[in-house]
């Protein structure tokens, strides 16, 4: 029964895997190398650590993507110009310090999360308070955000020459991971203490299902969506915060760029519902680093650049009739059919002797004597 109960609970995870498994047999099909890790320079590299690393931006907005759709029934789409936006801003302040040193890069990076959280509570104030449905709201921000990032810089691309950065972008001397990816992983596990330890899991999958029932059970829905936006809020600063570091300068132009509709995917792989209610972050996680994974399968599989977006493209289709309700309606019943003619099967095993003890002509010989 406990066996049972836990793989109730998995089930929502048997889309992500089963397509990330996917991916690494075709993988190693191509070269049965894939798994192999070099160190350079006291670094581990290979195409594990290179997913891990490549995805750490959008494991984190992913993270803040699930919590909103949970919450709000919609997507915000303004993340990576968020991102781009609290990264100018994090960049203005450490170029300008009179000494770069680690409570410079701190107090900036702490700098982009506050504008990170009133970016949040602009989105939030919009669908909470005045109903504007997500993906509208944030079309405002994803619109003209860009262009307010780009006057940040002053119509420039600043470059963040400075060791400190660099580390945070690459690695630290004497650490064999790459930072990203240990920043990512503070990052899942602070989210995984806080849904642990607080309502907000409950919380928020309550005013996806059902605002009103959550109404008169003591939850107010508006404060509940305006935090998710606030989180999201955060999530842009941290992952603007490792993009910039990452690529050594500011791109108002093509930082994070689209990187919101792998994080729609990413939640969509992820078992979870695009229209709200319950979610799995763990699911969201494993989404991100398919996608991650999926982009440089493409490419090693040398499909040009600008039609990995036809094949991601496909990609989506086929995932989204597969995990669509009426797929899965449809695999229910015949999962529940075959179930009911499984037990059926072994109600005939089980009584067949005795039928066949009674029904022999020994038997009803003896009935009539």
Request: proline fraction near 4%; hydrophobic fraction near 55%.
């Amino acid at each position: 029964m406990n066996m049972q109960k836990v793989m109730t609970r998995m089930s929502h995870l048997v889309l992500p895997i089963s397509v990330l498994l996917l991916l690494i047999i075709i993988n190693l099909i191509k070269g049965a190398d894939y798994f192999s890790i070099t160190v350079v320079k006291g670094a581990l590299y290979g195409n594990i650590p290179n997913i891990l690393f490549g995805a750490s931006e959008l494991v984190i907005l992913t993270i803040g993507m699930t919590l909103v759709t949970a919450a709000s029934q919609g997507q915000d789409i303004s993340i990576g110009v968020s991102a781009t936006i609290t990264s100018a801003i994090f960049v203005l302040f450490v170029i300008n310090a009179a000494e770069v040193t680690l409570v410079t890069i701190i107090a900036g990076f702490l700098i982009s999360c506050v504008a990170g959280l009133l970016i949040g509570a602009f989105n939030g104030i919009l669908v909470s308070i005045f109903k504007v449905q997500p993906m509208v709201a944030t079309l405002i921000l994803f619109t003209g955000g860009r262009s307010i990032a780009f006057m940040i810089d002053g119509k420039l691309s600043p470059i963040l020459a400075n060791d400190i950065s660099n580390q945070i972008g690459t690695v630290i001397p004497g650490v064999p991971i790459q930072t990203p990816i240990i920043l990512t992983v503070v990052f899942i596990i602070i989210t995984a203490w806080v849904l642990k330890t607080t309502n907000l899991r409950l919380y928020a999958q309550s005013v996806g299902i059902n605002p009103s029932a959550a109404r008169l059970n003591g939850i107010n829905p508006k404060k509940i969506i305006f935090l998710t936006f606030l989180i999201m809020g955060v999530c842009t600063a941290v992952a603007g915060f490792i993009a910039v570091n990452k690529a050594g300068r500011h791109d108002s132009v093509n930082l994070l760029k689209l990187i919101m509709m792998d994080a729609i995917l990413a939640v969509a792989i992820g078992g979870n519902s695009l229209s709200g209610g319950k979610f799995s972050i763990t699911g969201s996680i494993i989404g991100a680093y398919t996608i991650e994974m999926l982009n440089r399968t493409l490419l090693r599989l040398e499909v040009e650049p600008e039609a990995i977006k036809a094949f991601k493209a496909v990609f989506i289709i086929i995932l989204m009739v597969v995990s669509s309700p009426v797929v899965r309606d449809f695999t229910r019943k015949i999962m529940d059919r075959v179930r009911t003619l499984g037990l059926i099967d072994g109600v005939l095993k089980r009584h067949a002797p005795e039928t066949a003890a009674v029904s022999s002509p020994g038997s009803i010989k003896r009935k009539e004597e």
